[in-house]
T-cell receptor, first 113, second 111 residues
Framework: EAGVTQSPTHLIKTRGQQATLRCSPI?????VYWYQQALGLGLQFLLW???????NRGNFPPRFSGRQFPNYSSELNVNALELEDSALYLC????????????FGDGTRLSIL | GIQVEQSPPDLILQEGANSTLRCNFS?????LQWFHQNPWGQLINLFY???GTKQNGRLSATTVATERYSLLYISSSQTTDSGVYFC?????????????FGQGTILTVHP
């Protein structure tokens, strides 16, 4: 069974540009979560989507946004990129709105020059 | 929101040694997961353990939810155990859905 897949693996952008990160959940999972791991800040919750709806949001500015598609895959969009957005972005998935474990992809490493 | 504290922050072991990592959390939880992050950044599920004790090979974990702590035991450590270990509980209420990660324990196992 395929795990959570994320693309691209690496992404290099410059300040002010926009970035789009993609995530495909494990088959049968309807919930997708996004986390940011910036140097020195640990892993922080960004967004949670379930069945196409945003269910919860972490303490991030509105230029971090996303969506979930009918096939449950998800996109994370970051607008007006800033240097401090450089981080590893991890996506996780789980079965729908239960306390089932979250399973993580290998991440997208976003570098802002 | 829920506060998560892991100890020790750093741990250096010789191969074959045993260790215990601790995770304290400030609120009641619906879920708790332990992860190992390898040097390539991959976050690997170790345990899903909201309460009780589980074992998987050389690793075991215990969560005492009423006392708000969880322990991860590593026995007969190997160099491949090196990396960062994270505890991540999930609370209810406004924290619904999200895992809150501790700062991690950096484990280094020398041959």
């Amino acid at each position: 069974e395929a795990g959570v897949t994320q693309s691209p693996t690496h992404l290099i952008k410059t300040r002010g540009q926009q970035a789009t990160l993609r995530c495909s959940p494990i088959s049968g999972h309807t919930s997708v979560y996004w986390y940011q791991q910036a140097l020195g800040l640990g892993l922080q919750f960004l967004l949670w989507y379930d069945e196409g709806e945003e269910r919860n949001r972490g303490n991030f500015p509105p230029r971090f946004s996303g969506r979930q598609f009918p096939n449950y895959s998800s996109e994370l969009n970051v607008n007006a990129l800033e240097l401090e957005d450089s981080a590893l972005y991890l996506c996780a998935s789980s079965f729908r709105r239960t306390n089932q474990p979250q399973h993580f992809g290998d991440g997208t490493r976003l570098s802002i020059l | 929101g829920i506060q998560v504290e892991q100890s020790p922050p750093d741990l250096i072991l010789q191969e074959g040694a045993n260790s215990t990592l601790r995770c304290n959390f400030s609120d009641s939880v619906n879920n708790l997961q332990w992860f190992h992050q390898n040097p390539w950044g991959q976050l690997i599920n170790l345990f899903y353990i909201p309460s009780g004790t589980k074992q998987n090979g050389r690793l075991s974990a215990t969560t005492v939810a009423t006392e708000r702590y969880s322990l991860l035991y590593i026995s007969s450590s190997q160099t491949t155990d090196s990396g960062v270990y994270f505890c991540a509980p999930k609370a209810g209420g406004t924290s619904y859905g999200k895992l809150t990660f501790g700062q991690g324990t950096i484990l280094t196992v020398h041959p």
